[in-house]
């Protein structure tokens, strides 16, 4: 049994079919697809997913495009009748993976600006199925992906934007929002992988992060075959949980990794300056083949 505490979970060893998979593929995709647009120039300024956070800047390049293109007085929540994924074949998308030789997916279940890809109870009407493509792309994914012997992965986002709770009562958030989605994300479609961001706001006590993982080594159904990464806290990120995760290359929050040291990690990246699709980008904007491998 796995302790609440990380002396105790950072002994869980990762399990072994993640040494086995090499290359994975990395989905953002919910209502911020809709207008898919952010600056281009590389950095966060460039990730097309933060396009309802970067409309706060009255003066920044998101809000002049947001006007000009759908005036003022448009809502971000307005995109979500939009977002229909009337394309979205799940089966297509799966082949694919396997034929490019893709061993794991890990798909945005929930970005920060709390839209669900999955009927979450504690969505309401803010949730693929209640609104929009009124379809569980979650779970449609998840079949499809694991059909094919492929990995099933979840990103989660700790926290989100503007939910009221997570503004002004983070206790309530965390214990009756952001925990019973967690949970209810790996009892319904059991995956493989958890990968969870947007740690950086709070440390791993106000998350409640290590009596989560607890229950998801200790009694969860994938206790045994999951593997997480190591965004569980501002304090955490390649220093606690699974394995590291960097960004664009970048080895965050200051982790002094020793030379040598053998430690489970992951490359996670666009295969453009955005996570997100941006419509802004042009083909100069990302990488080829040959360059994504290295």
């Known amino acids: 049994m796995f302790q609440p505490n990380w002396e105790s979970l950072d002994k869980r060893p990762t399990p072994q079919w993640v040494d086995d998979v090499k290359f994975g593929i990395f989905i953002h995709w919910g209502v911020y697809s809709v207008p898919a647009w952010a600056p281009t120039g590389g950095g966060e300024a460039s990730y097309a997913e933060w396009y309802w956070k970067r409309l706060a800047d009255k003066d920044g390049p998101t809000w002049k495009f947001h006007v000009e293109n759908y005036g003022e007085k448009f809502q971000y929540q307005d995109f979500a009748p939009m977002f229909k994924a009337e394309m979205f074949d799940p089966d297509q998308w799966a082949n694919l993976f396997d034929k490019a030789g893709i061993k794991y997916v890990v798909f945005v279940s929930r970005h920060h600006d709390g839209f669900c890809l999955w009927p979450s109870a504690h969505s309401w009407n803010w949730n693929s199925v209640d609104i929009g493509p009124h379809r569980d792309i979650c779970g449609d994914l998840s079949d499809a992906v694991k059909a094919r012997g492929i990995k099933m992965g979840f990103y989660y986002s700790l926290y989100e934007w503007y939910n009221p709770d997570y503004l002004n009562n983070l206790p309530r958030y965390v214990d009756e929002h952001m925990i019973p989605q967690m949970k209810d ?68 929050l200051g982790a002094d990794l020793e030379l040598g040291e053998k430690r489970k990690w992951e490359e996670c990246r666009g295969i453009g300056q955005s996570f997100g699709f941006n419509r802004n980008e042009t083909l100069k904007d990302y990488m080829t083949g040959k360059e994504l491998v290295h």
């Open 185 to 252: 994300l790996v009892t319904r479609y059991e995956p493989s992988l958890v990968w969870t961001d947007g740690e950086w706001e709070k440390p791993s006590e106000d998350w409640k992060s290590v009596e989560f993982l607890s229950w998801l080594f200790n009694e969860s159904p994938v206790k045994d075959e999951v593997a997480v990464n190591d965004r569980w806290g501002k304090e955490t990120r390649s220093v606690h949980g699974g394995y590291y995760t960097t960004e664009y290359g970048q080895i965050h």
